[in-house]
């Protein structure tokens, strides 16, 4: 089981937020960053350094981190933000990364 | 920015086996480049990570001691040489890049390659 607990899965409504968390005492003080992964495809950074957007994602993906735990938020949900979520942190301490379990979308 | 993945393939347990990733587009020789998997039906799992000048890598409990990350910047390649391999190392190998706000250890993989796929028959 990951360090990072995210859940399993989360369905949102089209045009509803959804909202993923990460929690784990890893969370805590250490930068979150956030990958999409859709079937078939490479997995993307869609969020970095606890609420950064990398170039070309859209502003309805944003998310907020203050302690345990890190919360990656989509509004205006869509078909095509559909995919495996992931966050992942960077363990000074043992000079690893940690990713978490992965969080199924489902836009329903 | 590309990153493209090669030497996967089949492999028999407890067998080696070495992939390449050739990155463009970039500062390859000042950033930390490193390797994530994702077995079938798994989630993703961080591998190895590489510094810019290649002194200081970095492995998860899983690998270290069997697996090996290098690079060689004058050729843009970072290298994954993976030795005594388990059937549950068989996954697909994903190349990524560390972003530039570094850089540091702790940076976050802002591209990765398409990913080559290792299978360990037992």
């Known amino acids: 089981s990951s360090v990072l607990t995210q859940p399993a899965s989360v369905s949102v409504a089209p045009g509803q937020t959804a909202t993923i968390t990460c929690s784990g005492d890893k969370v805590r003080n250490k930068f979150v960053h956030w990958y999409r992964v859709k079937t078939g495809q490479a997995p993307v950074l869609v969020v970095y350094d606890d609420s950064d957007r990398p170039s070309g994602i859209p502003e309805r993906i944003s998310a907020s981190h203050s302690g345990d735990p890190a919360t990656l938020i989509i509004k205006r949900a869509e078909a095509g933000d559909e995919a495996d979520y992931y966050c992942q942190v960077w363990d000074s301490s043992a000079d690893q990364w940690l990713f978490g379990g992965g969080t199924k979308l489902a836009v329903l | 920015v590309e990153l493209l993945e090669s030497g996967g393939g089949l492999v028999r347990r407890g067998e080696s086996q070495r992939l390449s990733c050739v990155g463009s587009?970039?500062?390859?020789?000042?950033?930390?480049m490193g390797w994530v998997r994702r077995a079938p039906g798994k989630g993703l799992e961080w591998v190895a990570s590489?510094?810019?000048?290649?002194?200081?890598?970095y492995y998860a409990d899983s690998v270290r001691g069997r697996f090996t990350i290098s690079r060689v910047n004058s050729e843009n390649t970072v290298y994954l040489q993976m030795d005594s391999l388990r059937v549950e190392d068989t996954a697909t190998y994903y190349c990524?890049?560390?972003?530039?706000?570094?850089?540091?250890?702790?940076?976050?993989?802002?591209?990765w390659g398409l990913g080559t796929q290792v299978a360990v028959s037992s």
């Open positions: 990524v890049k560390g972003d530039e706000e570094g850089p540091t250890a702790g940076d976050s993989f802002d591209h």
């Open positions: 590489v510094s810019g000048s290649g002194s200081n890598t």
């Open positions: 587009g970039f500062r390859f020789n000042i950033l930390f």
